[in-house]
């Protein structure tokens, strides 16, 4: 995601800051869908702009195959595997629910990941899914041991996986709020690798050409990615993804549909909720990550202040046309040694008089204590100012 450079440095310890924007929050009328659950999610911002029972425990089907490809982008960033690494497919991959959707491997034949990979996402191959589980973990049980601990480790609480293709299974199951956040995961941390099979329309393998069931990649230029489900039980479900200008930034959203009655439903009502997200509101910019908003003051430190702010790029998405307030709370009193990273305040965000968000501000620099005599002299001071010692 592109990132201009933003002057946002201010003297005082609180302050407030205005420019023209409007809360997610406001009214505004959110598509009537039919679908069982849903949700939109501005990934630029973190906030969801809109949702229908998204903690409500769904059938992933082969939405599933998103967390078994970022297991494996996973093992080619560590260098566990590369996309030319060759797997020898086995019969348990061949013999996967025969009718169900595959890329067609056959038994004893090696196979890249890379080919895999275009199998599993752009073909939604069952056959594709066990043999990268086999190929990245030695077995599938492994490998779904690395889906559900990679589950834990980014907070799906409500997500848990028993094989790497989604078919049906009672202990496969997920909510769309955990399928966004798995989707913004994807994007965020293998930006390429998801562009890459994602955003492929067709793909030919075994002298089969079959094409991305992800029918928005024909209907809409800015979406580029990411997954479809379907099983009779689940319905016919979709997380798209799509990125478009916003002013001088780059939005994506993440929209997740879940549980309707046919491919042209899901569909239908995903391009129908992006376009809702993208014409009723913009994302603005609050903070350029690693500009300092703020100076404190640090009590028993080698320096008297501290530059805050945000080691990313900071957001907030809202109604276009009303006003945004920032407001600074430094924490108090700041003793040091401060790291970098630390937390040291908090940004008070309103829209049009409204709260919005509150943000944490970090130390951008670390802070040293100080000498002996300089600790001692500034614990007099806290004292004396009724802050402790």
């Known amino acids: 995601m592109p990132i201009s450079k933003m002057a946002a440095a201010l003297a005082c310890a609180l302050c407030t800051a205005t420019a023209h924007a409007q809360p997610a929050s406001a009214a505004v009328p959110a598509?009537?869908?039919?679908?069982?659950a849903w949700l939109l999610l501005d990934a630029t911002s973190g906030q969801v702009l809109g949702a229908h029972d998204p903690d409500k425990r769904i059938?992933?089907?082969s939405l599933t195959k998103m967390m078994t490809a970022y297991v494996v982008f996973q093992a080619l960033r560590d260098h566990a595997v590369a996309r030319d690494t060759r797997v020898t497919v086995s019969t348990r991959a061949w013999k996967v629910a025969p009718g169900s959707s595959r890329m067609f491997l056959e038994p004893g034949k090696q196979v890249t990941i890379d080919e895999l990979l275009y199998g599993l996402l752009v073909q939604s191959g069952n056959?594709?899914?066990i043999a990268l589980a086999e190929g990245v973990a030695g077995s599938v049980e492994a490998f779904v041991a690395r889906m559900n601990q990679e589950a834990g480790e980014m907070g799906l609480a409500s997500t848990r996986f028993s094989n790497p293709h989604g078919l049906p299974d009672p202990q496969t199951y997920s909510t769309a709020r955990d399928l966004s956040v798995l989707a913004v995961r994807i994007v965020?941390?293998?930006p390429d690798l998801a562009g890459t099979y994602d955003a492929t329309r067709q793909y030919t393998y075994n002298r089969i050409t079959q094409?991305?069931?992800?029918r928005l990649l024909w209907l809409d230029a800015s979406v580029d990615g990411m997954k479809t489900g379907h099983t009779e039980s689940a319905g016919y479900s979709l997380v798209a993804t799509a990125r478009r200008a916003s002013g001088n930034v780059q939005r994506r959203l993440v929209s997740v549909v879940v549980g309707t009655a046919s491919d042209r439903d899901r569909t239908r009502q995903s391009r129908e909720l992006l376009e809702w997200g993208f014409r009723n509101f913009e994302t603005v910019r609050l903070y350029a990550g690693g500009d300092p908003v703020g100076s404190p003051r640090v009590w028993k430190g080698a320096r008297s202040t501290v530059?805050?702010?945000f080691q990313r790029d900071t957001y907030i998405t809202v109604r276009p046309g009303a006003r945004i307030e920032r407001t600074l709370h430094p924490a108090s009193p700041l003793?040091?040694?401060l790291a970098a990273g630390q937390r040291v305040g908090e940004l008070e965000v309103r829209v049009e008089g409204e709260p919005a968000r509150r943000l944490p501000l970090v130390a951008l620099?670390?802070?040293?204590?100080?000498?002996?005599?300089?600790?001692?002299?500034?614990?007099?001071r806290l004292w004396l100012h009724g802050l402790g010692a």
């Open 188 to 190: 965020r941390d293998f």
């Open 335 to 337: 003793i040091a040694p």
């Open 31 to 36: 598509p009537a869908l039919s679908a069982r």
């Open 211 to 214: 094409p991305n069931r992800n």
């Open 59 to 61: 059938e992933p089907a």
């Open 307 to 309: 530059p805050m702010g």
């Open 365 to 380: 620099q670390p802070v040293q204590a100080a000498s002996w005599f300089g600790r001692t002299w500034d614990g007099l």
């Open 127 to 129: 056959d594709a899914a």
